[in-house]
Nanobody, 116 residues
Framework: QVQLVESGGGLVQAGGSLRLSCAASGRTFSRYSVGWFRQAPGKDREFVAAISVSGSSTYYLDSVEGRFTISRDNAENTVYLEMNSLKPEDTAVYYC?????????WGKGTLVTVSS
């Protein structure tokens, strides 16, 4: 099992930047594929970004491609989501997800609010 805790959310103006962190507990964190998802009030949760176990492959939602960057530091048991050129439509609760052998683990989320 792994426990995930997100942090770094807050209020930022459009065009600004924010860096989210997902801190994990567990000795096998380096074996997990990790992704970020987001959910706005009243809307479905959607995929944002993911990173492979090795960190060599990354995947992004089309609307964040080129603006967001996902990375991981396995030695620190942490995954990051660097968000640049933020837009009001990026406003949502962002969740960290870890997956191994078909089993998913979720954090409780961190709120990102982008104002105009």
């Amino acid at each position: 099992q792994v426990q995930l805790v997100e942090s770094g959310g807050g209020l930022v103006q459009a065009g600004g930047s924010l860096r989210l962190s997902c801190a994990a507990s567990g000795r096998t964190f380096s074996r997990y594929s990790v992704g970020w998802f987001r959910q706005a009030p009243g809307k479905d949760r959607e995929f944002v970004a993911a990173i492979s176990v090795s960190g060599s492959s990354t995947y992004y939602l089309d609307s964040v491609e080129g603006r967001f960057t996902i990375s991981r530091d396995n030695a620190e048991n942490t995954v990051y989501l660097e968000m640049n050129s933020l837009k009001p439509e990026d406003t949502a609760v962002y969740y960290c997800n870890g997956a191994i052998n078909g089993v998913d683990y979720w954090g409780k989320g961190t709120l990102v609010t982008v104002s105009s």
